[in-house]
Structures are given as C-alpha cells and as structure tokens.
T-cell receptor, first 114, second 118 residues
C-alpha cells in the first residue's frame, strides 16, 4: 500500500457544526502532516506529527484541532469554522522527519464552510 | 529560512515541444529540493527529488531536473510535452523548522501552471 487515504473527499459544513477530517496511511511512515491549500495557491503547512507527537503547529487557530491516535491515523477536528476556512485540506506522510524524505500526499478533502 | 522561487506562473508549450519549468532556491546549506505535480482537484504527486546524490535527477513520466549550485537552480525539463502533462507544478524545499525530531517542513514555491497546446 503506497497511498495516503483521506475521507471525506468533499465536506460542506455550517459555521456552528463540528466535523472531522480523516487521514490514513499504511506505509509505516512516522511523520504526518496537514496542509491547507486555497485556490491557485501553494499548500501551506498547518501541523506536523512526528512519532505520534505534535512537533509543529504553524499558529493555526484553535478551531482546528489535530489528533494522531496512532502511527497510521491522523485526524483534523473542525469546530466553529469561518467561510474563509473553505479550502482543500491535504494530508501527507513521510518515512521520517529527515529532510531528504519526499512526502506522499493524499487527494485531499474539499471543505466548504457556509 | 530557505525558499524557492518559480519563474513564470503560467507556461504554455505545444504538444511535442520541450518543457522547461524554472525554479531557483535560496539556501545557506545544501538544499533538499523536490518537484511535485498537481492535477485539478487532486493531491500532489512527487515527480522527483534532489538529495545531493547526483546533480541530474530523473523522475517519473519522463521528467528530469538538474541541480546547479552555481546558478542556485533546479529547473524541471521534459523533452517532449504530452497533453497529459497539463497541470500545476510546484518546486519545494525541505527545511528545518523548530527543534527536535520531526522539525522539518516542506515549503512550496507559488507554482507554475503548464498548458499544452495540441
């Protein structure tokens, strides 16, 4: 298995809703990432987990809450989002924290906040 | 902080023509550089990576890139464009962030949209 699987592929939520994005990989990768990508822009890093511990939080608002239950799973819990949070959310993983490792990306969750 | 600059937000080539997408890096230490491709409404796929083993790096789908330290460049090329190459291409650099294990991040250039004209 050489894939990163993200669910759901599309999500529409109201500003008062609570939802979660899920990401799963079975490649034995020990680093996992959440990126946010707005239209016609490059991905921007949100969080990094290394060996199931949060190692980087790019000053992301608390309405986004990451969770790494085990080495294969990464969740992003969403609560009280704003319309400007609408974007493509990408999950990625890499073999480890090393600089030389390429990242494997999932196909993303297209989030729309109404 | 390390960074990459992609020259040209949009490049158009004819089918069968040479593809050249430009990327320059800024780094005070040997960089680790990557090229990714993104098709509409999809995630990113790794094309190739430079990790100092060889200056000419071959990737998937016939793409290659050459690392030139003197020019601080890592341009992506393909001898003959195919319609299926139309996509967004991102150059990226892996750089330290914070401290401790896991403290690296992938930082992307602004991207170059490649159009292939039949």
């Amino acid at each position: 298995d050489t894939e990163v699987t993200q669910t759901p592929k599309h999500l529409v939520m109201g500003m008062t809703n609570k939802k979660s994005l899920k990401c799963e990989q079975h490649m034995g990768h020990r680093a996992m990432y959440w990126y946010k990508q707005k239209a016609k822009k490059p991905p921007e890093l949100m969080f990094v987990y290394s060996y199931e511990k949060l190692s980087i939080n790019e000053s992301v608002p608390s309405r986004f809450s990451p969770e790494c239950p085990n080495s294969s799973l990464l969740n992003l819990h969403l609560h009280a989002l704003q319309p400007e949070d609408s974007a493509l959310y990408l999950c990625a993983s890499s073999q480890g924290p090393g600089r030389s490792n390429g990242y494997t990306f999932g196909s993303g969750t297209r989030l729309t906040v109404v | 902080a390390q960074s990459v600059t992609q020259l040209g937000s949009h490049v158009s080539v004819s089918e069968g023509a040479l593809v050249l997408l430009r990327c320059n890096y800024s780094s005070s230490v040997p960089p680790y550089l990557f090229w990714y491709v993104q098709y509409p409404n999809q995630g990113l796929q790794l094309l190739l990576k430079y990790t100092s083993a060889a200056t000419l790096v071959k990737g998937i789908n016939g793409f290659e890139a050459e690392f030139k330290k003197s020019e601080t460049s890592f341009h992506l090329t393909k001898p003959s464009a195919h319609m299926s190459d139309a996509a967004e291409y991102f150059c990226a650099v892996s750089e330290p962030k914070g401290s401790g294990a896991g403290s690296y991040q992938l930082t992307f250039g602004k991207g170059t949209k490649l159009s292939v004209i039949p």
